[in-house]
Nanobody
């Protein structure tokens, strides 16, 4: 049974930083996509950053240059370092995982069968 558990959320002022972690267990696929999504109230869930089993990385345009996704395979943990946070980054953040079936990791949430419970990030002006 796959389990994804996020940690590290919280509240910061605009310009601040946070690091999210996602501890994974029970995941056995050697070729995978893992990533971070976020969902603000009244908005659709959107892809933020993705990394695959070969280390290929992609970002949403809105976070490129501010957020960094990384993984520690020894710890089975995914990270999202968020710098220069803005009020519009306020959302519930989710980590997600899926077997990799294409050259790039899809940004659509419907592709990902495994999800964490979500963690709140609030950025005040």
């Amino acid at each position: 049974q796959v389990q994804l558990v996020e940690s590290g959320g919280g509240s910061v002022q605009s310009g601040g930083s946070l690091r999210l972690s996602c501890a994974a267990s029970g995941y056995t696929h050697s070729h995978y996509c893992v990533g971070w999504f976020r969902q603000a109230p009244g908005k659709e869930r959107e892809g933020v950053a993705f990394i695959d089993s070969d280390g290929n990385i992609s970002y949403a345009i809105s976070v490129k240059g501010r957020f960094t996704i990384s993984q520690d395979n020894a710890k089975n943990t995914l990270y999202l370092q968020m710098n220069n946070l803005r009020p519009e980054d306020t959302a519930q953040y989710y980590c997600a995982a899926a077997p990799r079936t294409s050259q790039t990791c899809p940004g659509s949430s419907s592709f990902y069968p495994y999800w964490g419970q979500g963690i709140q990030v609030t950025v005040s002006a």
